[in-house]
């Protein structure tokens, strides 16, 4: 199995746009000529649209884009800006004299990273999709993830800078990688191991607090609630509905390695899947490809993130250490 860039995976294109002011922005991925697609969705507050579509029971079984955002429910805005580039392109789903583009999307929590009445919206949206002609990726505090953020139980305060990362892999023909912006209100670690990378520091006494204890030790008490990991997985491995439904599934494994706590009620993690059909796969394999690149992707998001908003990051932090 060798690495490989998320861009190298073909038939979709990537773009984001975002609003550094405004801390907020949006990633898209594209597939013009339709994905089989699905969804799994772990958290207990999610902020999506066309969800229900993707229920294998349901007629749709091919979408034309997944749009990841910020803004919470007012980011759900920016998918109309993807669609009406999409309906330019000719691309959705024919109704005889109409075409109608099939967009999934999930936004994240970031009000409050920066001006508070900025958020992504159509226009938005239609920069984002114009920009994945190039399909050109960059990690870190753009996209989706520009306002991202980890580690908030005590406050936007004692919270560290996070972003969008990304993370691909290919054994022979077959191809699995996984974009995910990283929007916790837990730690983020190495994945199956105790190497905590990012969660809720405190600048004044550079102090760390493991999220999972503080829960337990303050049992009771009002703490700060504003997450969510959203994502995708993208593939050209040749899967039906139900098992790109089950490949979602496993995926959300990738969090679980890395983030502690995860899915809680406060939540809104979701993971959509998409996929070209070309290759023939078995899906225990492209599952454990996939949880892999969720993983790697969420340790791209932190490590590629830099200090923004007042807020530490994991880069920075490196940087202090090595001063």
Same mark, same amino acid.
């Given at each position: 199995?060798?690495? !490989? $860039?998320?861009?190298?995976?073909?038939?979709?294109?990537? #773009?984001?746009?975002?609003?550094?002011?405004? @801390?907020?922005?949006?990633?898209?991925?594209?597939?013009?000529? #339709?994905?089989?697609?699905?969804?799994?969705?772990?958290? $207990?507050?999610?902020?999506?649209?066309?969800?229900?579509?993707?229920?294998?029971?349901?007629?749709?079984?091919?979408?034309?884009?997944? /749009?990841? &955002? @910020?803004? &919470?429910?007012?980011?759900?805005?920016?998918?109309?800006?993807?669609?009406?580039?999409?309906?330019?392109?000719?691309?959705?789903?024919? *109704?005889?004299?109409?075409?109608?583009?099939?967009?999934?999307?999930?936004?994240?929590?970031? *009000?409050?990273? #920066?001006?508070?009445?900025?958020?992504?919206?159509?226009?938005? #949206?239609?920069?984002?999709?114009?920009?994945?002609?190039?399909?050109?990726?960059?990690?870190?505090?753009?996209?989706? @993830?520009?306002?991202?953020?980890?580690?908030?139980?005590?406050?936007?305060?004692?919270?560290?800078?996070?972003?969008?990362? &990304?993370?691909?892999?290919?054994?022979?023909?077959?191809?699995? @990688?996984?974009? /995910?912006?990283?929007?916790?209100?837990?730690?983020?670690?190495?994945?199956?191991?105790?190497?905590?990378?990012?969660?809720?520091?405190?600048?004044?006494?550079? =102090?760390?607090?493991?999220?999972?204890?503080? !829960?337990? %030790?303050?049992?009771?008490?009002?703490?700060?609630?504003?997450?969510?990991?959203?994502?995708?997985?993208? =593939?050209?491995?040749?899967?039906? %509905?139900? %098992?790109?439904?089950?490949?979602?599934?496993?995926?959300?494994? $990738?969090?679980?390695?890395?983030?502690?706590?995860?899915? =809680?009620?406060?939540? $809104?993690?979701?993971?959509?899947?998409?996929? =070209?059909?070309?290759?023939?796969?078995?899906?225990? *394999?492209? &599952?454990?490809?996939?949880?892999?690149?969720?993983?790697?992707?969420?340790?791209?998001?932190?490590?590629?993130?830099?200090?923004?908003?007042?807020?530490?990051?994991?880069?920075?932090? %490196?940087?202090?250490?090595?001063?």
């Amino acid at each position: 199995m060798k690495s !490989i $860039g998320i861009n190298e995976i073909e038939g979709f294109q990537i #773009g984001q746009a975002q609003n550094e002011n405004g @801390g907020t922005g949006v990633t898209c991925i594209l597939c013009l000529d #339709g994905a089989t697609g699905a969804v799994d969705v772990r958290g $207990g507050g999610p902020a999506t649209r066309e969800t229900d579509l993707l229920d294998p029971k349901n007629m749709v079984q091919q979408i034309n884009a997944v /749009v990841l &955002s @910020g803004g &919470s429910a007012f980011g759900l805005e920016s998918s109309s800006g993807v669609m009406q580039y999409l309906k330019e392109k000719g691309a959705g789903f024919g *109704l005889k004299e109409f075409c109608v583009p099939i967009v999934c999307q999930a936004s994240l929590f970031d *009000l409050g990273c #920066g001006e508070a009445d900025v958020f992504p919206d159509k226009a938005m #949206g239609y920069e984002a999709a114009c920009n994945s002609e190039d399909n050109e990726w960059i990690s870190g505090c753009y996209g989706a @993830g520009t306002g991202a953020s980890v580690g908030k139980m005590l406050g936007f305060d004692k919270a560290m800078k996070s972003g969008i990362g &990304s993370a691909a892999y290919q054994i022979g023909p077959l191809k699995v @990688g996984a974009i /995910v912006a990283v929007n916790a209100c837990g730690d983020v670690f190495e994945p199956d191991s105790q190497n905590r990378l990012a969660g809720i520091y405190d600048k004044e006494t550079k =102090t760390a607090y493991n999220t999972e204890d503080l !829960i337990l %030790q303050l049992a009771g008490q009002q703490l700060e609630r504003m997450n969510t990991t959203i994502g995708c997985v993208l =593939t050209n491995a040749d899967l039906d %509905q139900a %098992q790109l439904t089950k490949l979602a599934g496993m995926a959300q494994n $990738g969090l679980a390695r890395t983030i502690r706590p995860v899915h =809680t009620p406060n939540d $809104g993690d979701t993971l959509f899947a998409m996929t =070209t059909n070309e290759v023939p796969a078995d899906l225990t *394999l492209v &599952s454990v490809m996939a949880v892999k690149a969720v993983s790697q992707a969420i340790v791209d998001a932190i490590k590629s993130a830099k200090a923004s908003y007042g807020l530490e990051s994991w880069s920075s932090l %490196q940087e202090e250490k090595q001063a």
